[in-house]
């Protein structure tokens, strides 16, 4: 690592996104109060992560990563966040058995809260306030008070994630994610769907399973990846001032970690290589993310690699493309096809949410479920002519029954989208358009696998 990184390094450099706070005092006391406090996660979790996306890499397993676009500090409760557990639950069910392949599990979640915008400043009938830029920021509702950027949020954006981290930790943990329990996972509204009743299904092929090896002797008590699951979790690491509040010296290491989650990614606004932000998980020894969207050059990102990753360590590095379905074919295998003539092995991950968000007639950004299938499939046609892994998956979901992208089996409409659109931010899949598309993303997967 070059010696002149320090946690505070990034700040000699431009940083983008960041929101502009009034009273800078406030800001430093916030950030006082945060660096004394524990981290939420801890060294050898995130080593865990990395080493679980070294076989990512390999070929070996499959990553899944998903949750809201943004988290809302009103919106935490215990129902939508094991509602959305539950579902990534399901989703990595359905690829583990489909294509025989372990799942790395990893939610957008317990501090996704900081969103990048296209533009500093919303107007409306004529009056300009700074654009909402998530709830660790400012507040949504257009009014003076609420848009501005109050460092008390910075506080609150931890304690949030610290209390929606114990409930998935006592998820994931306490028996709630046990194959014994696998028809529990099912929420009612997706029950009596047709994935509902696939996943239904699915669920009685594991309990057979499980019920056969227990006849023949197989001591499930004494098997603990029955009983329990690794959770990770990740947000995009915009908002600087928090994360360096966050980060610790791993005492036995001396290696610096985010302590605000196991993966940190920059998004696809804040990764030029002498940006403020790439000089701030540089330092960092977690697992990092990087979007790529259409306009990354293979030099771009041969150069971003050698910023962040000098040292090719293996799990290090999860590129997560966001191209937009039509894009992605003339784009990713350029890509792909250099960092492997450059002996790169990277995660290779897709995120067909991105690239592909559109404004529906009555006026919701939305998208389309065939346009993020044709993402995927695509992607898994591109890897697969390349020769090189099709290694995960990042989706914008939740467990709740939203209605805010059009299509799917249950056939939303632009007129659906007036019934339950609930997104702070980005548009979401939900619970039974999720499961569609594992089932589907199980299918690629296991072609992918045999090939
Ligand atoms: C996001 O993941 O919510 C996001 C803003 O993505 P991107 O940086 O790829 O636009
Ligand atoms: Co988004």
Redesign the pocket.
């Known amino acids: 690592m070059n010696e002149m990184w320090t946690p505070d390094s990034w700040r000699q450099r431009t940083a983008r996104q960041l929101p502009t706070y009034p009273d800078a005092a406030a800001l430093a006391q916030a950030e006082r109060q945060l660096a004394g406090w524990p981290a939420l996660i801890f060294a050898g979790e995130a080593d865990a992560l990395r080493t679980r996306l070294a076989a990512v890499a390999r070929g070996e397993a499959f990553l899944l990563q998903g949750g809201d676009?943004a988290e809302s500090f009103e919106d935490l409760g215990a129902d939508t966040v094991r509602d959305t557990f539950r579902v990534i639950l399901q989703m990595a069910v359905v690829l583990t058995y489909g294509a025989a392949c372990p799942v790395v599990k990893l939610g957008r979640i317990a501090g996704q809260f900081a969103?990048?915008r296209s533009s500093d400043v919303e107007t409306v009938d004529g009056t300009a306030l700074p654009s909402y830029r998530g709830d660790i920021v400012n507040g949504a509702e257009f009014t003076a008070a609420a848009r501005t950027p109050d460092p008390q949020r910075l506080i609150r954006a931890y304690s949030h994630s610290a209390s929606v981290l114990n409930l998935l930790r006592a998820l994931a943990q306490g028996g709630f994610a046990d194959l014994h329990q696998v028809h529990r996972w099912t929420a009612d509204f997706v029950r009596d769907s047709p994935q509902g009743e696939r996943f239904e299904a699915l669920a009685g092929r594991i309990a057979d399973c499980l019920a056969f090896m227990e006849a023949c002797g197989f001591d499930a008590a004494r098997t603990p990846q029955l009983h329990a699951v690794e959770f990770y979790t990740s947000h995009?690491a915009l908002h600087l001032h928090y994360e360096q509040a966050l980060v610790r010296r791993d005492e036995a290491s001396g290696r610096w970690y985010g302590g605000s989650a196991h993966l940190l990614w920059l998004?696809?606004?804040t990764r030029e290589v002498e940006g403020a932000h790439v000089e701030f998980l540089r330092g960092l020894h977690n697992p990092i993310g990087i979007?790529v969207?259409p306009t990354a050059t293979p030099s771009d990102l041969q150069r971003l690699l050698d910023r962040v990753d000098p040292d090719r360590v293996p799990g290090r590095v999860v590129l997560?493309s966001?191209m937009g379905a039509g894009k992605l074919p003339n784009r990713l295998p350029a890509l792909v096809r250099s960092l492997r003539e450059a002996q790169r092995d990277v995660v290779w991950c897709c995120?067909p949410m991105?690239g592909n968000t559109v404004s529906s007639a009555n006026g919701y950004k939305t998208r389309d479920f065939a346009a993020i299938v044709t993402e995927v499939r695509d992607f898994f046609a591109v890897h697969a002519a390349e020769g090189s892994h099709a290694g995960g998956l990042h989706f914008?979901m939740t467990g709740q029954d939203v209605t805010e992208c059009r299509g799917g089996a249950q056939g939303l409409t632009d007129a659906s989208l007036e019934e339950r659109y609930r997104s702070a931010?980005?548009p979401r899949l939900n619970g039974s358009q999720s499961l569609e598309l594992a089932f589907m993303a199980a299918e690629m997967l296991k072609a992918g696998r045999k090939a």
């Open positions: 676009c969103k990048p995009e998004g696809e606004r979007k969207g997560i966001r995120d991105h914008e931010c980005d």
